[in-house]
């Protein structure tokens, strides 16, 4: 296993349905990301995890709800989401200082 | 105005052409600096750092403005493979990494 994993890679899911994206990585680090990359848009950047610990909460609805139970996981929970919400959600980490971010291939979801 | 801005491109150059990126950003207090390069449905993947006293990687110069609060990306001799989008990211504070909508280039035969 190298690097940073997600799970799955492409998730197809309907308003009203619960699921979750999984994000593991194996190189040391001591923080994780979670990005949103929308077609024509920046990277948007989440929530961000240092030593399992929620650092910051990029003013995002509460339909998405991160868990970050140690320093290698990292889940994004789904919830009654809306079909704007269609998007590539990327899991980054790092090691805090450096400024390196190593992403992971992205879940590729689509809310219809 | 938009915390991290570049151009979006694309750029179209024939293979051993030089072109060059700009990117701008709004935080004067921003730590540290970074090009990433992202090619079509990949992730993106630190291309390099960027250093206050301008640095260079093969056929690659980055350079760094603090005063006029810019960044640049130099690409010389390019080639088929640097077809991608190029990402200006700046570390804000505390890690808050913010990227760029990034900047298309195709190199052409």
């Known amino acids: 296993e190298t690097g940073v994993t997600q799970t799955p890679r492409h998730l197809v899911m309907g308003m009203t349905n619960k699921k979750s994206l999984k994000c593991e990585q194996h190189l040391g680090h001591n923080a994780m990301y979670w990005y949103k990359q929308s077609a024509k848009k920046p990277l948007e950047l989440m929530f961000v995890y240092s030593l399992e610990e929620r650092v910051e909460n990029n003013s995002v609805p509460s339909r998405f709800s991160p868990e970050c139970p140690n320093s290698s996981h990292l889940f994004l929970h789904l919830h009654t989401l809306q079909p704007e919400d269609s998007a590539l959600y990327l899991c980054?980490?790092?090691?805090?200082?450096?400024?390196?971010?190593?992403f992971g291939e992205g879940s590729r979801l689509t809310v219809l | 105005r938009k915390e991290v801005e570049q151009d979006p491109g694309p750029f179209n150059v024939p293979e051993g052409a030089t072109v060059a990126f700009n990117c701008t950003y709004s935080?004067?207090?921003?730590?540290?600096f970074f090009w990433y390069r992202q090619d079509c449905r990949k992730e993106p993947k630190l291309l390099m750092s960027?250093?206050?006293s301008g640095n260079e990687d093969g056929r690659f110069t980055a350079q760094l403005n603090r005063a006029s609060q810019y960044i640049s990306l130099l690409i010389r001799d390019s080639k088929l493979s640097d077809s991608a989008t190029y990402l200006c990211v700046v570390n804000m504070y505390n890690n808050d990494m913010r990227f760029g909508a990034g900047t298309r280039l195709t190199v052409k035969p």
């Open positions: 935080n004067s207090a921003s730590q540290s």
């Open positions: 960027v250093y206050s």
């Open positions: 980054a980490s790092s090691q805090r200082g450096t400024g390196e971010l190593f």
